[in-house]
């Protein structure tokens, strides 16, 4: 609000009180006879805490013992790259209280996050234990990338440049073993990979690795891409 300057001075110069500002007539407009119409009041938006785009689906990760933050989106160099909801993931809590650490801390579409995650804590985890006799420690997945080509030769968008894919290149267990997917050390190790590959066409509807194409000889890759009407079908190779 606006107010005209007075001259204090002068006022208490004369013993009078001093009077009051003079409002200017900016809020209202005179009308011909001398009515005036009051100015409407002035729109005062109320400014709102920022709010996740998919602050439920964020909860679900705390709630499972993920850690994670809302993050802005990456940047996208290429058209049709993009996250909707990214989240970057830094662990993976267990059932027994040891986390699974995820250094290369990938940023994910956050609906993708919860059913990699979820995947990780109830099939590789207690897996890599029972066939292995060593929890997991690590994994290995590369960050995101807005690649090319964009678009599938089915048309579909990259999964990649979406967040709605992840590339697991190595598995680290608690006592130091390095299982590197495409290279495994031995029969069990090699047992442990087929196994979670194979199980993985449960969770995701893209699962390939090697022996699939030349790109994927040494990671699985996992994706939520909808391959057609509806998530049933799969590509499992």
Same mark, same amino acid.
Request: a negative charge; glycine letters at 8%.
């Given at each position: &609000?606006?107010?005209?300057?007075?001259?204090?001075?002068?006022?208490?110069?004369?013993?009078?009180?001093?009077? %009051? /500002?003079?409002?200017?007539?900016?809020?209202?407009?005179?009308?011909?006879?001398?009515?005036?119409? %009051?100015?409407?009041?002035?729109?005062?938006?109320?400014?709102?805490?920022?709010?996740?785009?998919?602050?439920?689906?964020?909860?679900?990760?705390?709630?499972?013992?993920?850690?994670?933050?809302?993050?802005?989106? %990456?940047?996208?160099?290429?058209?049709?790259?993009?996250?909707?909801?990214?989240?970057?993931?830094?662990?993976?809590?267990?059932?027994?209280?040891?986390?699974? $650490? &995820?250094?290369?801390?990938?940023?994910? $579409? #956050?609906?993708?996050?919860?059913?990699?995650?979820?995947?990780?804590?109830?099939? &590789?985890?207690?897996?890599?234990?029972? &066939?292995?006799?060593?929890?997991?420690?690590?994994?290995?997945?590369?960050?995101?990338?807005?690649?090319?080509?964009?678009?599938?030769?089915?048309?579909? /968008?990259?999964?990649?440049?979406?967040?709605?894919?992840?590339?697991?290149?190595?598995?680290?267990?608690?006592?130091?073993?390095?299982?590197?997917?495409?290279?495994?050390?031995?029969?069990?190790?090699?047992?442990?990979?087929?196994?979670?590959?194979?199980?993985?066409?449960?969770?995701?509807?893209?699962?390939?690795?090697?022996?699939? $194409?030349?790109?994927?000889?040494?990671?699985?890759?996992?994706?939520?891409?909808?391959?057609?009407?509806? $998530?049933?079908?799969?590509? #499992?190779?």
């Amino acid at each position: &609000m606006i107010w005209a300057s007075v001259s204090w001075a002068d006022a208490g110069a004369s013993g009078q009180p001093p009077l %009051p /500002p003079i409002r200017p007539p900016s809020s209202s407009e005179t009308q011909p006879g001398g009515g005036t119409t %009051p100015a409407p009041p002035p729109s005062i938006a109320t400014p709102l805490a920022p709010q996740p785009a998919d602050a439920e689906c964020f909860a679900e990760l705390r709630a499972n013992h993920i850690e994670a933050e809302i993050v802005p989106a %990456p940047p996208a160099p290429l058209a049709d790259c993009g996250i909707a909801e990214p989240v970057r993931l830094s662990s993976i809590g267990l059932a027994n209280g040891a986390t699974i $650490d &995820m250094p290369d801390r990938p940023i994910l $579409d #956050c609906a993708f996050a919860v059913t990699f995650t979820e995947f990780a804590q109830d099939l &590789m985890a207690p897996l890599a234990t029972a &066939m292995l006799g060593s929890g997991i420690v690590a994994l290995a997945t590369g960050g995101y990338s807005c690649r090319s080509p964009i678009r599938l030769p089915s048309g579909n /968008p990259n999964p990649h440049a979406k967040g709605i894919a992840i590339d697991l290149s190595a598995i680290t267990l608690a006592d130091r073993r390095r299982i590197a997917i495409g290279h495994e050390a031995n029969s069990a190790e090699a047992l442990f990979a087929r196994t979670i590959r194979q199980a993985a066409c449960g969770w995701f509807t893209t699962v390939l690795g090697p022996g699939a $194409d030349a790109a994927h000889a040494e990671h699985f890759h996992f994706d939520i891409l909808r391959h057609g009407a509806s $998530d049933n079908y799969r590509i #499992c190779e």
